[in-house]
């Protein structure tokens, strides 16, 4: 029986699905952060739970030729932080294997998929960052991240992620903090005002916009903060305020107001320009994101006289990138400030042959099935993938051609299993959106099989 404080001589296996280094002890997996695959270490156990075990490195005994020094070191300690000392190259290898994992074990497929799209820019390209923040005793306030599997921040002047802009932007902000008094958010006592910092960076325009989520309307000397913060910053065009008094993990809170600007930002993807707004979803690697509809929409193959849905359309990139080669695009997209955003987005760029429509996708096809003649349904969901009424539907409708976008290949394997009924895999590629984190985007085309 494996007990805590327990030494042991293991060998990396596998990673989480995380990106946690996995090795095992008599078939019992223990979870080890920094272990790469190969890679021999002396471990202790420092937790012992019902299927797995958390141990930590004393010493290595063997290192990988594949390991690294991270551009970063002390992210070797961060929650979120994987795959940093790996070489790009293997980190990259790993997530297709992950892939095709997938589809053998969670979809039963006989598929093999070759195609993995790097990325060219592996560090600082999250146009959002959102950080938490802590004051020490002595008033100073750092931003940072969480040591691994704790919820203590480390105080750090830039991360590997991050946009260097916003990590500029953030380096002004801690002082001006405590210059203003403004007090930060103690998450265990639920007191103290500012929970945490979002920075937004447009990759294609100079837009930058800071969201200050605070726990109470009112922010201690906040007109003086915003002031100060401007002559520091003047790349910053506007300065949110949203208000969340909820004891949650949930980030943002339903109330804003706009303290300076527009309280809006805008970036293009390919020749389009896209309004965002603080709580809209919108890829948070610009240059990936290009690539992922670039690819997508080219092996839908689209005609002009084509009609598509869009499921799961978020604010519009996909449908209003479709909709310039074909006759009429619609986009299905549960929240309201979502579809709003897509509306205004469709103005912008004079694209008067998409309509969004605000519903659970699922509910859409069942009402409108009889009439649902799609020459392609796109569907890009979230993590836990397609809806089973969605599903059912998307079935008896049965349009030529489906594409699935998935930000997880578990789920996307799950679904596959079922749509795999009435179509066959004609092509799958996958993309690196996320570099150095354990998360992995996949393009499907369907074709519907005749029979
Ligand atoms: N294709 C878009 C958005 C993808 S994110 C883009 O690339 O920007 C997934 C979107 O699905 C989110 O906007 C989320 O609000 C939406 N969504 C989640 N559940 C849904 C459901 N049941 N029906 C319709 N949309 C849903």
């Known amino acids: 029986m494996i007990k805590e404080n327990d030494i042991y001589n293991v060998i990396g296996v596998d990673y989480t699905s995380e990106g946690i280094g996995v090795a095992k002890v008599d078939g019992f997996p223990l979870f080890v952060n920094n272990l790469i695959i190969g890679e021999e ?207 949650t993990n949930v980030i943002l809170g339903d109330e ?54 869009d499921a799961y359309s978020g604010i519009g990139t996909i449908t209003l990138l479709a909709a310039k080669k074909v006759k009429k695009a619609i986009g299905v997209e549960i929240v309201k400030e979502a579809v709003e955003d897509a509306k205004a987005n469709a103005k912008i760029n004079k694209i008067a042959n998409a309509e969004f429509i605000q519903d659970d996708a699922g509910d859409f096809l069942v009402k409108h099935k009889k009439n649902a003649l799609f020459d392609v349904v796109f569907v890009d969901p979230p993590r836990k993938g397609l809806g089973e009424v969605f599903l059912t539907k998307l079935l008896e409708v049965a349009p030529p051609k489906i594409i699935y976008v998935s930000c997880d290949p578990a789920t996307l394997a799950r679904d596959l299993k079922t749509l795999v009924k009435k179509y066959k895999i004609s092509a799958f590629e996958t993309l690196d959106m996320f570099p150095r984190t354990a998360h992995v985007e996949s393009i499907t085309l369907l074709s519907l099989i005749t029979p």
């Open 41 to 247: 270490a002396k471990v202790k156990i420092t937790k012992v739970m019902r299927k797995f075990a958390l141990a930590k490195i004393i010493s290595f005994i063997t290192m990988s030729p594949h390991r690294i020094t991270p551009l970063i070191p002390e992210t070797i300690h961060l929650s979120g932080c994987q795959f940093t000392q790996l070489d790009y190259a293997k980190e990259v290898e790993y997530k297709l294997s992950k892939v095709n994992r997938a589809l053998r074990v969670i979809g039963g497929l006989d598929y093999e998929v070759k195609v993995i799209h790097p990325a060219p820019n592996p560090y600082f390209y999250r146009n959002k960052t959102v950080l938490p923040l802590a004051m020490k005793k002595d008033g100073t306030v750092i931003s940072g991240m969480y040591r691994f599997n704790t919820h203590e921040i480390i105080g750090m002047d830039k991360t590997h992620l991050d946009d260097l802009r916003a990590s500029e932007v953030m380096q002004e902000i801690r002082p001006l903090l405590k210059k203003h008094n403004i007090s930060i958010y103690d998450e265990k006592s639920h007191t103290g005002t500012l929970r945490r910092v979002m920075i937004r960076a447009s990759y294609y325009t100079n837009d930058i916009m800071v969201v200050l989520i605070s726990k109470s309307k009112q922010i201690e000397n906040i007109d003086a903060f915003c002031a100060d913060l401007i002559t520091k910053c003047p790349q910053i065009t506007t300065i949110v305020q949203n208000i969340n008094p909820q004891r």
């Open 256 to 309: 804003e107001k706009v303290l300076y600007g527009e309280g809006i930002i805008s970036d293009k993807i390919d020749d389009l320009t896209f309004l965002v707004s603080s709580k809209s979803f919108f890829q948070v690697n610009t240059l990936q994101a290009e690539k992922l509809y670039s690819r997508a929409i080219s092996l839908a193959n689209l005609k002009e006289s084509d009609t598509i849905l």
